[in-house]
């Protein structure tokens, strides 16, 4: 136990310092593996579980999601949908500012990577809120809250890789994750509201759109419409698995970006970007096999379950505790890493306990909490990933304008956390529904 936590701490330590996620997983994992059972033990499991890790199957799912994310940013997408929700929100106070949440939500659908959600977001939403005077503060606040929603809607990268750590479906993950998904969007859309309506100049109103001109947005619409429809409704027709669900929304993806006049160059910047973020992933999941490995035979995780079920802790007094460790882990490290982490100590804790559902609902349950707490890091200062991308995009703005402008919808996720904890229902209903 001593020796698993000096390593757990050497490892916050060196990701505090900037090291590479997946590098420090493997310098941290090899030490603590040799420091446990010597150097051979070591060698002789990196022999093959580099090679069995990256050919899982079920892990191709991640690049054919990142692919699909690539050719929508690429595509245009993101304008239509962007104009879309601006047409039917833009004239109330705040209502660009909606938009942005909205289309943030939608086009999350097709995107399952928040920075890429915020970026392209922000690229087309940023300009209309400056010309209409929106504080800075609301602005990126606004949006970067909005990002998280692209790890939050289905399809997930981080979902996939909890999915595929715990043993569960792929599919009913995603499916829980739709109405936790739609409220996070709502929570943010009342939350731009009251602020608004204690600044009213945070916001002002654009011109009403016509009749006319929302109709044709709403063309514009169809496409990402058509496709989530195809990918998620496949996937729970039963006409495809998640992993073919993903070839087909990257095909239908890429058709759409070749329609919308995307060149050769294009493609190979989609290929290329998803190639480079596919590697930084499979590093890190080697890495923390690696340093999960090492955690086992220390038996740490076992002794930590152990020692909380002796506790006389009740389990929402735990299950408390530990959303509260990733709210904080979130200040210093990306979801990607806080997943692979910590989900091999904690999730046998709390499979370990008692909140009157069945295994496999307990488990996905669990899993759309953590994933929300580890999307609220996103925002959380002093470290919040997706503040710092969304300003370094607002000239002008202080970054400590666009943290006090993520405080409204850090509330809002807060409050969302206490009503899901409260009725997993919420989460489990259309679970229960398809069963």
């Known amino acids: ?39 051979e033990p070591m060698l002789n499991y990196m022999n093959a579980a580099p090679y069995f890790q990256a050919a899982n199957y079920s892990l191709s799912v991640i690049p054919l999601f990142i692919l699909m994310g690539q050719f929508a940013t690429g595509s245009g997408l993101s304008t239509g949908i962007f104009n879309a929700a601006a047409a039917w929100l833009g004239h109330r106070r705040g209502g660009i500012a909606m938009a942005g949440i909205g289309a943030c939500a939608a086009f999350g659908s ?102 006319a001109t929302r109709l044709k947005t709403m063309g514009e619409l169809m496409p990402v419409i058509i496709v989530f429809i ?111 982490i910590t989900i091999p100590v904690l999730f046998p804790i709390v499979m370990g306990l008692d909140y009157g559902l069945s295994h496999e609902h307990q488990a996905i349950w669990f899993g759309i909490l953590v994933l929300i707490v580890v999307e609220m890091g996103l925002i959380t200062p002093p470290f919040g990933l997706n503040v710092f991308v969304i300003n370094s995009m607002a000239p002008g703005v202080p970054l400590a304008e666009s943290f006090r402008g993520v405080l409204p919808f850090l509330v809002s996720d807060f409050i969302r956390v206490g009503i899901l904890i409260v009725f997993p229902f919420i989460t489990l209903g259309l679970l229960r529904f398809i069963e």
């Open 1 to 39: 136990m001593a020796i698993s936590l000096t390593m757990f701490g050497v490892l916050v330590a060196l990701l505090v310092l900037g090291i590479p996620v997946g590098l420090t997983l493997l310098l941290v994992g090899g030490a603590g593996y040799i420091w446990v059972s010597g150097l």
């Open 110 to 211: 097709i995107c399952g990577s928040s920075l890429a959600t915020a970026a392209t977001m922000a690229h087309v939403s940023l300009p209309e809120m400056k010309r209409l005077n929106y504080s800075g503060r609301l602005a990126t606040g606004s949006l970067a809250a909005g990002g998280t929603l692209g790890i939050l809607i289905p399809p997930s990268v981080v979902l996939v890789v909890y999915a595929i750590l715990t043993e569960q479906s792929i599919g009913k993950l995603f499916l829980a994750a739709m109405a936790p998904g739609v409220l996070a969007a709502l929570g943010y859309m009342l939350a731009i509201a009251i602020v608004v309506r204690f600044d009213p100049k945070a916001g002002p109103a654009a011109p009403k759109a016509s009749l």
């Open 230 to 340: 195809v990918v998620m409704g496949g996937i729970y027709g039963g006409f495809f698995t998640p992993t073919e669900g993903a070839a087909v929304g990257a095909a239908a993806t890429g058709a759409i970006a070749l329609f919308n006049g995307m060149r050769l160059r294009g493609i190979v910047e989609c290929l290329l970007g998803t190639a480079s973020l596919t590697a930084m992933i499979f590093l890190i999941l080697i890495g923390a096999d690696l340093f999960n490995g090492f955690l086992a035979i220390t038996q740490m995780p076992n002794q930590a379950a152990a020692a909380i079920a002796s506790s006389g802790f009740s389990p929402m007094t735990v299950l408390l505790l530990i959303l509260l460790f990733y709210v904080a882990l979130g200040c210093v490290m990306d979801s990607m890493s806080m997943i692979l």
